[in-house]
């Protein structure tokens, strides 16, 4: 059974930090890229950044110059660095693999974040 598992989320006030953690399993992580997703309650869910394997980022506006994407492909994990967060960043946050964009069938558990003001 193919198993993404994501960590690191918590409660934190405006302006905190939290780094999240995924462990992917290995013919995920072998996909072109890795992503971090999340989904806000009545909202679809979003990329918010991404990662090749040769380390080349890209992210959505919203969280330019405040979140960060790296990966270590020596465990199959990605992070995602979240600086500055805001009440609009809580969501459940999710990582998944891409392949020409598209993301894997398999989803895991996701952690939850939430950002009080």
């Known amino acids: 059974q193919v198993q993404l598992a994501e960590s690191g989320g918590g409660l934190v006030q405006a302006g905190g930090s939290l780094r999240l953690s995924c462990a992917a399993p290995g013919n995920i992580f072998a996909f072109h890229a890795m992503g971090w997703y999340r989904q806000a309650p009545g909202n679809q869910r979003e990329l918010v950044a991404s990662i090749t394997k040769d380390g080349s980022t890209n992210y959505a506006d919203s969280v330019k110059g405040r979140f960060t994407i790296s990966r270590d492909n020596a465990k199959d994990t990605v992070f995602l660095q979240m600086n500055g967060l805001k009440p609009d960043d809580t969501a459940v946050y999710y990582c998944?693999?891409?392949?020409?964009?598209?993301?894997?069938?398999?989803w895991g558990q996701g952690t939850q974040v939430t950002v009080s003001s």
């Open positions: 998944n693999g891409l392949r020409f964009g598209i993301p894997s069938d398999y």
